[in-house]
């Protein structure tokens, strides 16, 4: 296997703009690692290998003029199928879609191939990216390269698998329970949910939402940094969208933590969490005291939070499907994503403004935890990777999940309250699956969350592990 696609997205970048290797051969050698391991994993699943020769061909040829050159010039990329891409099938993971070809991109689309990308497929989501399990109808499940009988997570799942197996250097995703978090998690990657509005949104059926947001995922840390320089920053459609230049993401990773007052929680003071996950973390922890931090168990009070997290998502399901629905019948949905907007039909004024109320109050909590304490730290996910043919987990440490969403209120309770998180690569079970830390920040300190996760990072190189599959 090429040592090219082992490199970082920051040293391949530097490479094909110092001209010590072409576009083209980049871009071949990621192809060639897919057709060796993609039939094995299912994370690429509309694959276009003459798409991205010609790309990265005239990538080249740009780059011969000496014409400007973006910063993400060269780089393969293969984009969520939940994102809408202009000429390029768009499934959603859905049948209904299943032949769909939309006639524009999605703006993180746009903003990805304006910095360069060469884009050479789609990766794998669960139908509509309901759930943390990338499987659906049209093109079957994902399998985590650590282990082929597991999940990868989702739903930007086909991303992260497609990442860790070398197969691409960045990945786009996006996050509304965990979704970039999650599949981060489960396959030894780093996936960033940034503030709302920090990658803004456009087409968006609810342009005012933030409990979904687009986002980055890499290998690394600088990688996701990167590639945020390229999608973040103001657009006029995006109503939330932050007006900070995306060059902050430019600025140096490296930061002194001596004397900064971090707080863990194994659980958030409530959620269920299974102990090897919990383990993996702790014999981390003394890390932090290493590189100067003041580390103490602490919590922000998060009553209300899943009762918060679970009215805001059934309402934003009953208008996201509404018109679905109507248009092609309830039936041909699968089954939770029915009880999701079920939930929403049902739902009162009154419970949605109370839970809006909640929220406010939870936000006010956890700021002024935050003040106390620069970060919060947590289990990205409460379980390990589960067995391939589990629709999701019904039950951590033989206490019953009531809905298919329950087992990730360790991502979904940061979600309501707006703030960054990130999950960086930990550890590993004695199974050898991995598990993430999740690094919680401030209300919009991005960036400081990098920091602190790139220390964290270069401190345990976790990440150089690769999967089993691609020591054969």
């Not at 576009?23 to 991205?52: G, K």
Request: proline share 6%.
């Amino acid at each position: 296997m090429s040592e090219l696609v082992w490199m970082t997205a920051v040293e391949l970048a530097a490479l094909i703009k110092r001209g010590d290797v072409s576009a083209t051969e980049v871009a071949q050698a990621h192809l060639d690692q897919i057709d060796v391991l993609n039939s094995e994993l299912n994370a690429i699943v509309t694959y276009l290998p003459e798409m991205a020769l010609e790309l990265a061909g005239a990538a080249d040829e740009k780059q011969a003029r000496g014409d400007e050159l973006g910063i993400l010039h060269g780089l393969p990329i293969a984009h969520k199928d939940a994102a809408e891409t202009k000429g390029i099938r768009t499934t959603m993971g859905s049948p209904v879609y299943s032949d769909y070809i939309p006639e524009a991109d999605d703006l993180i689309i746009e903003r990805l191939k304006a910095a360069g990308c060469i884009t050479l497929g789609k990766t794998n989501v669960p139908e509509f990216g309901a759930g943390s399990h990338t499987f659906n109808r049209v093109f079957g499940a994902t399998r985590n390269p650590y282990d082929l009988n597991r999940t990868c997570g989702g739903s930007s799942g086909g991303a992260a698998v497609a990442l860790a197996a070398g197969m691409i250097p960045i990945a786009d995703g996006s996050d509304l329970g965990g979704s970039l978090r999650n599949p981060a998690s489960f396959c030894n990657v780093a996936g960033f949910r940034p503030s709302p509005g920090r990658v803004p949104q456009y087409p968006k059926s609810n342009a005012w939402d933030t409990l979904g947001v687009s986002g980055p995922m890499g290998r690394t840390v600088q990688d996701v940094a990167l590639m945020l320089r390229a999608i973040a920053g103001y657009d006029r459609r995006a109503p939330i969208s932050l007006e900070e230049p995306p060059s902050v993401f430019a600025q140096d990773l490296e930061r002194d933590f001596t004397d900064v007052k971090i707080a863990y929680s194994p659980d958030l003071g409530e959620l269920l969490v299974d102990p090897v996950v919990t383990a993996a973390i702790e014999g981390q922890l003394p890390i932090f005291a290493d590189l100067g931090c003041q580390l103490e168990y602490a919590a922000p009070d998060f009553r209300d939070a899943y009762e918060i997290f679970q009215t805001l998502r059934a309402w934003s399901f009953e208008l996201s499907f509404a018109e679905r629905f109507a248009e092609f019948g309830e039936e041909q949905f699968k089954e939770t994503i029915r009880w999701n907007v079920e939930q929403g039909r049902r739902l009162s004024g009154a419970q949605i403004s109370r839970a809006e109320a909640k929220r406010t109050e939870l936000f006010q909590r956890v700021r002024e935890f935050l003040d106390t304490y620069e970060f919060l730290l947590l289990p990205t996910a409460q379980v390990p990777p589960f067995l391939l043919e589990w629709e999701y987990p019904t039950q951590i440490n033989g206490v019953a999940m009531e809905t298919y969403i329950d087992w990730m209120m360790s991502c979904a309770f940061i979600t309501v309250t707006g703030v960054p998180a990130i999950s960086v690569p930990c550890g590993f079970t004695e199974e050898g699956l991995p598990v993430g830390l999740q690094i919680v920040g401030k209300p919009r300190a991005d960036f400081s969350v990098l920091q602190l996760a790139y220390a964290f990072q270069e401190a345990t190189r976790v990440y150089q592990r690769k999967p089993p599959i691609c020591n054969l």
